[in-house]
């Protein structure tokens, strides 16, 4: 027989073992290729079509291309990249899960919080001044935190507005974002909160929806009558107002002033009911965002819980449901936060693993209350810590491809759902209190790592945050790092610049599996809940925790500054010259305005707080009932009224 | 008054006031408990009254707190100012809170009166080990110092809002530990129930206990109670990890009371001087004691001598049911309640003890529902099965101990309909583990398919393209 004809028969037989998706993009090799070779490349985002150039051109007159493809003649070579890397924005989406970079849109995302509403919001018109895309990230105090409201009680009032905004009602939150409209496809807030997020959630939404009612007025030319109707009900109670004691006279630069017409009313209150609705439905479907409100790792590692458990959950899922119910789309429900357990300790696999299982678990709950995957997935988001440890150079990578995998074939989820979307800070821990002058390099470092890694959204720490709260000066420095990057730097032009090496790879596979090890070892704990019962993830990012701190002590982890290094006099731990504290006045501005928020609504708050209970006592949507609460009651009247059916956090050691 | 030495160190521990920092906390109580001191460690998120509260119950020498997230000169300054209001400016406090808190602020705090606040250039200079012996010699009780002086200076009105004078209870309790004479009573005794909780490592004795005290402060408003919970001294280190408290929610009350005790020299569950504990707070005109047990192995029944009523707390999992005949307590419990009752096989777990009850009384014919036995989730917020508890543990308090609180009924509360994580599928992990791995598995088949398919058809064109000779 002719030697091709039983070579051809061989290669029929192995053809048969190829499975027909295989086979297929076998067959697409060389068009994707050719794709990939033009001179822009058109791809579709939630049916937009979207075009962007595939090229940049060097000084040098180089063309650069955004996405370079493997040269891979071999065939199993070019299936196996195919289903294991990929371009950017195919499945498993390792490369990234959106085929092209944004333009005009750096994951820049800073986070800022200081003093009162007003302070805070004077530093978010100052980082996002001239920026083409407004990303605010918010940092609340400790008071807020913990769902409480500010007090003259010495032990609270001490950490009024200290390191994060002080936040105890609807009002505040309006004056927080005012001057930004916060529909406008591109404003994008994020709120670091966990225990109370539900209560600052609805704070935020109803912000929105009576910015949405601002606009109306305006339209419609309503002003004159809802001005009378203000008139008539601050005749009688007090009326609340954007002040600034710092910079009494003027709005930051940039204000537009929306956001502060309706203080002290609610859009309900002076809109048709119809025109409300509209508003409201505008708001909520075009806001964009995110909340942290991940209430798993705070049990793991960061300790701000404030509800039982099994209650915490509960209103996560109900916040879940409303999102679907009101189609709210462009919002993440939750952040699922690696960030803390790594901050608290643990190494980047144990923080990339807790986290996805975390993630998983939120998902198997979010199921088995009868919501469809692809309903809740998209609303889903993870945030993780880049420090200096070699597998930061894959966490991305790795929590794409690893979601992406169990999204398709475990729980049969469609491409928007197997799409994992992820927000870097560079580690806080990384960052020394000695030689603080270099702790900008190691976050360079890192946000180099995040970069070259696409992650969707990017925090780079400023150096003085080992010693105290970042200045403005420090924070645009911090902010430079990445605009560097991202401008400057030419290798990072090429958005998969790091696909192909051999180093990454193995590196991609050995966490992955490292990750699934780590799933068998929760697994064999009766899951996340079951281990969490049994202190195992705290126990181990304790260890993990220790284990660093004694690499450190011994030198054997060098650190540059701190154990080696060091400088003719020692380099000893530098103190702050400038220290931001919350002053005492704008303390009291928080408290009094907190007094008369519960004066103007001493009508309604008992009955909406009764109410509140009443929904969670009949198993409603307690989510559904706070966007209706909190334009009557403050934060810790709320949290309050949620312990009596809800039940407190029990600590645990 | 002479004490007798040799004194156990008691100190309070604790992260501030909406500060989940507990990390730094962690490791100092750890090392406090090996120098041989006893700890009561309260956790993170404390308020500056929760622990004056409990360092004047627990007549402690010292109170250690970190603080990281700042308002921490006022913080400490309260404490202060609340322990010198209510007498006890002899309570030594100990603070850090690494960078956070500057030179300057630890001055100014070292001024007011706080004790010492440990920067992290003393960490350095000092070393932790420094660090600790430094606290506890500042801690250790002169004879004739402050903190016995203490209680000469005493008014009789009760500190912080309480109820009762918590100090002078708390001091009796100190001074009966120590075997010194007992402190003339103020009040007659009176014969207040004491109800005896016991119960296994780990099976959640705290939890319920503290839903119990719950329970009771929501349902009698007029009515008072004190809990003695007794934990284990190490042999080796003569130190303690008081750590009830830690778990308890309600009993930071004006008319609850709570003393930790060790166990010290004793090699059993209960202190030596419990009763003495137990008999100070049944003076003090409680209305209900409760005294609970170090975690107990198969054959402690020693709760019973000090008990009018005894509860005693396990787990689903004690391996097979003839292990139950091995327990002592299921012979004497007035109650048994299984805790954690969302475990699988509960329901086997109630039958067997059941069992066993009715064998060990002789109750042959007695139905499961009618026994005393409740299956409850103390994790779980106002839990079916806890009230249910409550229910029959005044049912007996009335019937075995003559004592009538009154009458209550539970709050309502929010429902959740059904577990976090349905049973079947609690695997989740796993199944996704295998996901991948199966999807690894399958690129790495067929990439070796696609690979000889790639040689053969190399070698196909080979045989194909007509040979060229020179």
């Not at chain 1, 509403?117 to 895309?133: I, L």
């Not at chain 1, 998902?363 to 440890?389: C, K, Q, T, W």
């Not at chain 1, 609460?629 to 050691?653: D, F, K, P, W």
């Amino acid at each position: 027989m002719d030697i091709s004809l039983i070579l051809q028969k061989h290669y029929n037989q192995l053809r048969q073992q190829l499975s027909p998706q295989n086979a297929a993009l076998l067959q697409q090799w060389e068009t994707l290729k050719e794709q990939y070779s033009g001179a822009d490349l058109a791809y579709t985002v939630r049916n937009k079509t979207i075009s962007q150039p595939l090229t940049t051109t060097s000084l040098s007159g180089t063309k650069i291309p955004k996405v370079v493809l493997p040269q891979y003649a071999d065939w199993g070579d070019v299936l196996r990249w195919q289903l294991q890397e990929n371009v950017p924005g195919e499945f498993p989406y390792t490369a990234g899960v959106f085929p092209l970079k944004r333009d005009g849109e750096d994951p820049t995302r800073m986070f800022a919080g200081e003093g009162g509403p007003e302070r805070t919001n004077r530093r978010f018109h100052y980082v996002s001044h001239g920026q083409p895309a407004i990303r605010l990230s918010t940092a609340f105090d400790s008071v807020t935190l913990y769902g409480e409201d500010p007090a003259l009680r010495p032990d609270i009032f001490g950490k009024v507005g200290n390191s994060g905004v002080s936040i105890a009602t609807i009002d505040d939150a309006k004056k927080l974002y005012s001057g930004f409209d916060l529909c406008a496809p591109n404003t994008s807030v994020s709120m670091t909160i966990n225990g109370p997020a539900p209560m600052l959630l609805a704070f935020f939404m109803n912000a929105a929806i009576d910015q949405e009612c601002e606009k109306w007025i305006s339209q419609h030319e309503q002003w004159p009558r809802v001005e009378e109707y203000a008139q008539a009900k601050f005749e009688r109670l007090p009326k609340p107002a954007y002040h600034n004691p710092l910079v009494p006279e003027t709005l930051p630069p940039g204000h537009s002033g929306l956001g502060l017409r309706l203080l002290g009313l609610s859009g309900a209150e002076v809109l048709p009911p119809e025109a409300y609705a509209k508003c409201r439905q505008t708001a909520l479907q075009q806001v964009r965002g995110t909340v942290q409100a991940d209430i798993l790792k705070e049990d793991q590692a960061q300790n701000t819980c404030i509800f039982s458990t099994e209650f915490a959950l509960k209103l996560m899922g109900d916040v879940q449901e409303f999102f679907i119910a009101e189609k709210v789309q462009n919002f993440y429900s939750v952040s699922i936060s690696g960030y803390h357990i790594a901050e608290a300790g643990a190494n980047p696999i144990t923080q990339l693993a807790f986290t996805l299982a975390n993630g998983f678990t939120f998902v198997e709950y979010y199921l088995s209350r009868g919501m469809h995957i692809d309903d809740f997935a998209p609303n889903l988001s993870f945030f993780f810590s880049n420090g200096m440890d070699p597998e930061y150079s894959v966490i991305g990578r790795v929590a794409r491809r690893i979601w992406a995998k169990a999204m398709k074939y475990k729980y049969n989820a469609n491409e928007r759902s197997q799409k994992l979307k992820y927000h870097i800070q560079t580690s806080g821990r990384s960052l020394h209190a000695q030689e603080i002058d270099f702790n900008d390099i190691r976050t360079t470092l890192q946000a180099l790592y995040a970069i070259y890694d696409n992650c969707n959204s990017l925090h780079t720490n400023a150096y003085d945050e080992a010693i105290t709260t970042p200045t403005e000066e420090s924070v645009r420095r911090a902010m430079a790092i990445q605009l560097i990057i991202n401008r400057e730097l030419g290798s990072a032009k090429t958005e998969n610049f790091m696909q192909g090496s051999f180093a990454l790879e193995q590196m991609t596979e050995l966490v992955e599996e490292a990750v699934m090890i780590e799933f068998d070892r929760l697994n064999e704990r009766g899951g996340v809940l079951g281990a969490m019962e049994r202190m195992y993830q705290r126990n181990k990012i304790q260890e993990e925790s220790m284990h660093y701190e004694t690499q450190k002590h011994t030198g054997e982890l060098p650190l540059i500054g701190v154990n080696t290094f060091l400088s003719k006099s020692g380099s000893p731990t530098i103190l702050p010259g400038e220290v931001i504290r919350s002053n005492t006045e704008e303390k009291a501005q928080q408290i009094a305005n907190l007094e008369a928020f519960w004066e103007r609504n001493a009508l309604q708050s008992q009955e909406s707080l009764d109410r509140l209970r009443q929904v969670a006592i009949a198993n409603g949507n307690i989510f559904a009932e706070l966007m209706h609460t909190v334009q009557h009651c403050s934060l810790g009247q709320i949290t309050t009224a949620l312990y009596e059916v809800g039940g407190q956090y029990r600590r645990n050691m | 008054m002479k004490p007798n030495a040799p004194h156990n160190i008691r100190l309070v521990t604790a992260a501030s006031l909406f500060d989940g920092h507990d990390a730094a906390i962690n490791i100092m109580r750890r090392i406090l408990q090996s120098h041989g001191a006893e700890i009561i460690h309260l956790g993170h998120n404390r308020s500056a009254k929760d622990i004056v509260e409990t360092a004047i119950e627990e007549d402690a020498h010292g109170i250690a707190i970190t603080s990281y997230q700042g308002g921490h000169v006022e913080f400490f300054k309260y404490i202060k100012d609340l322990l010198d209001e209510s007498g006890c400016g002899h309570i030594k406090i100990f603070g850090g809170g690494g960078g956070t808190i500057l030179p300057e602020e630890a001055a100014e705090l070292h001024q007011y009166g706080i004790c010492r606040i440990y920067s992290p250039d003393d960490g350095r200079t000092m070393g932790l080990e420094g660090m600790i012996t430094h606290l506890l010699q500042q801690c250790r009780p002169e004879p004739d110092g402050p903190f016995w002086k203490a209680e000469a200076s005493w008014d009789n009105l009760a500190p912080l809002g309480e109820h009762k004078d918590i100090r002078r209870i708390a001091r009796a309790i100190t001074h009966a530990e120590l075997g010194n004479p007992s402190m003339p009573q103020s009040l007659p005794a009176r014969t207040a129930p004491v109800l005896g909780i016991t119960g296994t490592g780990g099976a959640g004795k705290s939890s319920v206990t503290d839903e119990i005290v719950r329970r009771f402060l929501n349902s009698f408003l007029d009515k008072t109670v004190a809990v003695v919970s007794v934990d284990p001294s190490k042999k080796k280190t003569g130190g303690a990890l008081l750590g009830d408290r830690i778990r308890m929610n309600s009993i930071s009350h004006p008319r609850a009371y709570m003393r930790s005790l060790a166990t010290r020299l004793d090699n059993t569950a209960l202190s030596g001087h419990v009763q003495e504990a137990l008999d100070i707070c049944k003076a003090a005109g409680f209305d209900l004691v409760i005294l609970e047990s170090a975690g107990v192995g198969q054959s402690d029944a020693s709760i019973l001598d000090h008990c009018d009523l005894s509860l005693y707390i396990m787990t689903p999992e004690f391996g097979a049911a003839s292990q139950l005949e091995k327990i002592n307590m299921l012979d004497y419990a007035d109650v048994v309640a299984i805790n954690k009752y969302d475990k699988a096989g509960s329901a086997d777990a109630v039958a067997d003890v059941c069992k066993q009850y009715k064998r060990s009384r002789n109750l042959w014919t007695a139905a499961n529902h009618e026994l005393p036995v409740v299956g409850t989730m103390a994790s779980k917020f106002n839990d079916e099965g806890i009230n249910h508890l409550f229910d029959l543990l005044l049912e007996k308090l009335a019937s075995k101990c003559q004592a009538h609180f009154g009458r209550y009924a539970f709050g309502s509360t929010a429902k959740v309909s059904q577990a976090i994580i349905p049973p079947k599928r609690t695997r989740y992990l796993s199944e996704i583990a295998d996901t991948v791995r199966q999807y690894n598995s399958m690129v790495t088949q067929q990439a070796e398919v696609a690979s000889k398919m790639y040689q053969l058809d190399g070698a196909i064109k080979i045989c194909q393209t007509p040979q060229q000779h020179d």
